[in-house]
């Protein structure tokens, strides 16, 4: 295959492509508007799922270094209410189904298994622009530009490479996350440590929720859930550390103490977090010579598969090229056609778990979610 594959986004769809790509011996280039690889933070815990996260680090040839970063016991889940009140406890039953590892150590391996001068880090992209039979120009904010023989968009929510293909643009949902932090929390924060337990923590009411997950190091990863207008975000000065905290605070005024203080006694600043979401049914014709992965092509609400659907898109994406080197069309159009049937029953499982989360009926309805009988794969 002599068509050069152009990759913007080094998030973990895009360095999935590039690895799988990679495996196969085709040559990628990814463009990442971060400086360095160290620039910034990489979120939490994820959880990787056997069906379609493990499958991509399969087919990326990682699986043994993944299994080296799993947080030991981190799956466990525990659902309480506003109380305190344990509802469910169920412990990190060992069969690494779903286990628990931080996204920055999964992507540093990504990074690892990448041949160097792959990504072109500081690159950010201005415009994309579409030169006919397939081919694209880019533009960087540096006024240097790239013409693509194979471009694939995996730069996230507010993806520049989208509308040469569709244009949707996501929405906000009506529910806010709000992140912070507690360090060294089994001697500075114990009675918080004990009721999050080893896993993840769901406290919860309707139109309201504490989250919690706990980290290595001594770590609780906390993200406050709030179904709020755009309108009472925007009243919060989130530089104003004191001021942001007593007003999220104030939200749950009456709930246990040791469930509040994940908001109250963090050291770090709050992280305003609106959810935005992509048409469940969101597609498009195919376009020659383009395609999308990752929350570029279907950014949906926080579910527990963002990350999952971004590995496994960038692996069948891969795995489509390689196996049609010759008709990189055809490989593009089957990728697509199997990523929007997919994309569209997740997004909408999305919605019914955020449901579950925030709605009249919580925590009860997430507690039956997830005792409810599983069905039974052929």
Same mark, same amino acid.
């Given at each position: 295959?002599?068509?050069?594959?152009?990759?913007?986004?080094?998030?973990?769809?895009?360095?999935?492509?590039?690895?799988?790509?990679?495996?196969?011996?085709?040559?990628?280039?990814?463009?990442?508007?971060?400086?360095?690889?160290?620039?910034?933070?990489?979120?939490?815990?994820?959880?990787?799922?056997?069906?379609?996260?493990?499958?991509?680090?399969?087919?990326?040839?990682?699986?043994?270094?993944?299994?080296?970063?799993?947080?030991?016991?981190?799956?466990?889940?525990?659902?309480?209410?506003?109380?305190?009140?344990?509802?469910?406890?169920?412990?990190?039953?060992?069969?690494?189904?779903?286990?628990?590892?931080?996204?920055?150590?999964?992507?540093?391996?990504?990074?690892?298994?990448?041949?160097?001068?792959?990504?072109?880090?500081?690159?950010?992209?201005?415009?994309?622009?579409?030169?006919?039979?397939?081919?694209?120009?880019?533009?960087?904010?540096?006024?240097?530009?790239?013409?693509?023989?194979?471009?694939?968009?995996?730069?996230?929510?507010?993806?520049?490479?989208?509308?040469?293909?569709?244009?949707?643009?996501?929405?906000?949902?009506?529910?806010?996350?709000?992140?912070?932090?507690?360090?060294?929390?089994?001697?500075?924060?114990?009675?918080?440590?004990?009721?999050?337990?080893?896993?993840?923590?769901?406290?919860?009411?309707?139109?309201?929720?504490?989250?919690?997950?706990?980290?290595?190091?001594?770590?609780?990863?906390?993200?406050?859930?709030?179904?709020?207008?755009?309108?009472?975000?925007?009243?919060?000065?989130?530089?104003?550390?004191?001021?942001?905290?007593?007003?999220?605070?104030?939200?749950?005024?009456?709930?246990?103490?040791?469930?509040?203080?994940?908001?109250?006694?963090?050291?770090?600043?709050?992280?305003?977090?609106?959810?935005?979401?992509?048409?469940?049914?969101?597609?498009?014709?195919?376009?020659?010579?383009?395609?999308?992965?990752?929350?570029?092509?279907?950014? +949906?609400?926080?579910?527990?598969?963002?990350?999952?659907?971004?590995?496994?898109?960038?692996?069948?994406?891969?795995?489509?090229?390689?196996?049609?080197?010759?008709?990189?069309?055809?490989?593009?159009?089957?990728?697509?056609?199997? +990523?929007?049937?997919?994309?569209?029953?997740?997004?909408?499982?999305?919605?019914?778990?955020?449901?579950?989360?925030?709605?009249?009926?919580?925590?009860?309805?997430?507690?039956?979610?997830?005792?409810?009988?599983?069905?039974?794969?052929?």
């Amino acid at each position: 295959m002599t068509t050069p594959v152009t990759i913007i986004g080094a998030g973990l769809g895009g360095l999935t492509l590039a690895r799988v790509l990679h495996v196969h011996g085709i040559a990628a280039t990814i463009y990442e508007s971060e400086p360095s690889k160290e620039a910034r933070t990489q979120g939490g815990q994820l959880d990787i799922h056997e069906n379609n996260g493990q499958l991509a680090l399969a087919a990326a040839g990682l699986t043994d270094q993944f299994r080296a970063i799993i947080h030991e016991g981190g799956a466990a889940s525990r659902i309480l209410d506003q109380h305190g009140t344990v509802l469910l406890d169920e412990p990190d039953d060992g069969t690494g189904g779903r286990p628990e590892v931080l996204r920055g150590d999964l992507r540093q391996i990504l990074l690892d298994s990448l041949p160097d001068g792959t990504i072109e880090w500081g690159r950010k992209v201005s415009s994309a622009v579409s030169l006919g039979d397939g081919r694209h120009e880019l533009t960087f904010d540096d006024g240097t530009t790239v013409t693509t023989g194979l471009l694939v968009g995996a730069d996230g929510a507010w993806s520049k490479i989208r509308p040469l293909l569709s244009d949707a643009a996501p929405e906000y949902v009506g529910t806010v996350f709000i992140e912070t932090y507690l360090h060294d929390v089994d001697e500075r924060h114990p009675a918080t440590a004990d009721i999050v337990g080893s896993g993840a923590l769901y406290a919860l009411a309707p139109g309201k929720g504490i989250t919690a997950h706990r980290e290595s190091g001594g770590v609780i990863h906390t993200y406050v859930q709030l179904n709020r207008p755009a309108e009472w975000i925007a009243s919060i000065d989130f530089t104003d550390t004191a001021t942001s905290i007593a007003r999220v605070a104030a939200e749950f005024d009456g709930w246990a103490p040791e469930l509040t203080a994940l908001i109250t006694a963090g050291e770090t600043a709050l992280i305003s977090r609106p959810i935005h979401a992509l048409p469940s049914d969101h597609q498009w014709d195919h376009v020659p010579g383009v395609t999308l992965l990752g929350d570029a092509a279907h950014l +949906m609400a926080p579910s527990g598969e963002g990350a999952n659907l971004a590995m496994y898109d960038g692996a069948e994406l891969g795995k489509a090229i390689a196996a049609h080197p010759d008709n990189l069309e055809e490989a593009l159009a089957d990728y697509e056609a199997a +990523m929007f049937s997919r994309s569209q029953s997740e997004a909408a499982d999305a919605d019914v778990i955020l449901g579950l989360c925030l709605g009249d009926r919580a925590p009860f309805s997430l507690v039956e979610f997830f005792t409810a009988p599983q069905p039974a794969h052929s």
